[in-house]
């Protein structure tokens, strides 16, 4: 059989375009990245000229009838824009995370997709990688028997990170959107959608002086915007309880920790901000241990979640990284935020069906095996 990549054009120039132009453009065939777009014109032509695609305007690319799919890797603010336009002008969307900035316009954004019969996936695409898709055969074959309650814990220190990236700083930027998402999506795609969510929340250190003298905002007062550190319970549906600790102000770099607790032993999953994270099993009366990888997709695969859409695209069935997915997880957080706000728990509006697992094995193994790109088809 011949593929016929969907065309695509990447927006957004910057740190992450890197890793995604690089698996586009050599790792997986369903997708062909022929353009790029950036605000600033020198990130564009030398992405444009490095990866041997066309640098093009924001409005020449929307009224190119050859491409098919807008893959958005602008920063947050720019995402609602970016996104609404590209699915007017009837072109699939796959965008970094989060959707959008406010609770509303994600969900104006689903409305948009469904309107002009297009698809809009959303990142984080780690979930597709081998360390959480391992993590799904563990509890797809029971290793743990009934999930009963999960432990998450984030800790960063925001006093570096905020500093280097400011809109860290930014309404809809703070930690639960921009990292505990991984957190959070890992878990929809492991236990399908939550219910109610309630969460207290501390805003610590509201303004902060720069101290990073290589910076252009050395030395001036930044504003923090939101509350950053959290606390939650989710309940989801399945009747699994989880415990949420979420705390940028730390003074460690980063701490994460992500376990799920089942009847008959313990699921401890790595870092779901990484493909390949190793994943541990305890059983009863014995030692945790690390448990084989099941499937492929263990090296940084950014851009997975664009090529599984293309290859859903070209089969004609849903993608696993879903619109009702990451809508759903940016509703869970915007719900910690309302909880916050109210003293009330949050009852979620949104749903989504669970992806299946990829298929077992096609782990990369050079010549001898199928590619593992071969698991999306
Ligand atoms: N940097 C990371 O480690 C990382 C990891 C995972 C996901 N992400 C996500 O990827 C996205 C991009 O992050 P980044 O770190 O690459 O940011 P970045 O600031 O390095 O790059 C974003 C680029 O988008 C461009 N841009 C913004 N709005 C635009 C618009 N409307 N039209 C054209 N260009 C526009 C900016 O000029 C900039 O070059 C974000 O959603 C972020 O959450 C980043």
């Known amino acids: 059989?011949?593929?016929?990549?969907?065309?695509?054009?990447?927006?957004?120039?910057?740190?992450?375009?890197?890793?995604?132009?690089?698996?586009?453009?050599?790792?997986?065939?369903?997708?062909?990245?022929?353009?790029?777009?950036?605000?600033?014109?020198?990130?564009?032509?030398?992405?444009?000229?490095?990866?041997?695609?066309?640098?093009?305007?924001?409005?020449?690319?929307?009224?190119?009838?050859?491409?098919?799919?807008?893959?958005?890797?602008?920063?947050?603010?720019?995402?609602?824009?970016?996104?609404?336009?590209?699915?007017?002008?009837?072109?699939?969307?796959?965008?970094?995370?989060?959707?959008?900035?406010?609770?509303?316009?994600?969900?104006?954004?689903?409305?948009?997709?469904?309107?002009?019969?297009?698809?809009?996936?959303?990142?984080?695409?780690?979930?597709?990688?081998?360390?959480?898709?391992?993590?799904?055969?563990?509890?797809?074959?029971?290793?743990?028997?009934?999930?009963?309650?999960?432990?998450?814990?984030?800790?960063?220190?925001?006093?570096?990170?905020?500093?280097?990236?400011?809109?860290?700083?930014?309404?809809?930027?703070?930690?639960?959107?921009?990292?505990?998402?991984?957190?959070?999506?890992?878990?929809?795609?492991?236990?399908?959608?939550?219910?109610?969510?309630?969460?207290?929340?501390?805003?610590?250190?509201?303004?902060?002086?720069?101290?990073?003298?290589?910076?252009?905002?050395?030395?001036?007062?930044?504003?923090?915007e939101d509350d950053n550190i959290l606390t939650a319970i989710i309940e989801y549906a399945n009747g699994v309880l989880c415990t949420v600790h979420f705390n940028s102000e730390s003074i460690i770099n980063e701490r994460k920790h992500l376990e799920i607790y089942g009847s008959d032993g313990i699921l401890t999953l790595g870092d779901p901000n990484e493909f390949g994270s190793p994943v541990y099993l305890e059983k009863p009366m014995s030692e945790a241990t690390q448990f084989p990888f099941t499937h492929g997709f263990q090296q940084n695969s950014r851009g997975v979640g664009a090529a599984e859409m293309a290859w859903s695209i070209i089969k004609n069935r849903p993608q696993r990284a879903s619109m009702e997915m990451a809508y759903h997880v940016f509703e869970l957080i915007h719900g910690m935020y309302k909880s916050v706000q109210t003293g009330n728990t949050y009852a979620l509006k949104s749903t989504f069906n669970q992806p299946e697992l990829l298929p077992e094995g096609f782990i990369d193994n050079g010549f001898w095996g199928p590619t593992e790109e071969s698991a999306l088809v």
């Not at 640098?55 to 893959?71: G, V, Y």
């Not at 970016?82 to 989060?98: N, Q």
């Not at 469904?114 to 797809?140: C, M, N, W």
């Not at 959608?193 to 805003?203: D, N, Q």
Request: glycine share 8%; proline share 4%.
């Open 1 to 224: 059989m011949t593929i016929t990549p969907i065309q695509a054009a990447v927006i957004g120039c910057g740190s992450i375009s890197d890793i995604y132009l690089t698996n586009l453009t050599q790792k997986f065939k369903a997708v062909k990245v022929v353009a790029c777009n950036d605000h600033n014109q020198n990130k564009m032509t030398e992405k444009a000229e490095k990866y041997h695609i066309k640098p093009m305007s924001f409005d020449d690319i929307l009224a190119d009838s050859t491409i098919q799919m807008i893959i958005n890797l602008t920063n947050p603010k720019s995402h609602y824009e970016v996104i609404k336009a590209a699915l007017e002008h009837g072109k699939h969307v796959f965008s970094e995370k989060m959707i959008a900035v406010d609770l509303a316009d994600g969900q104006a954004l689903c409305n948009l997709a469904t309107e002009h019969h297009v698809r809009l996936g959303v990142a984080p695409d780690t979930f597709l990688g081998g360390s959480i898709q391992t993590a799904g055969y563990i509890l797809k074959n029971h290793l743990i028997g009934t999930p009963q309650s999960v432990v998450v814990s984030l800790e960063r220190n925001f006093n570096i990170f905020g500093d280097i990236f400011p809109h860290l700083n930014q309404k809809g930027g703070t930690m639960p959107f921009d990292t505990g998402c991984y957190y959070l999506q890992a878990l929809a795609s492991l236990l399908g959608p939550a219910t109610r969510v309630s969460a207290f929340g501390k805003r610590y250190r509201a303004d902060r002086v720069s101290p990073r003298v290589d910076k252009p905002w050395f030395g001036k007062t930044v504003q923090v």
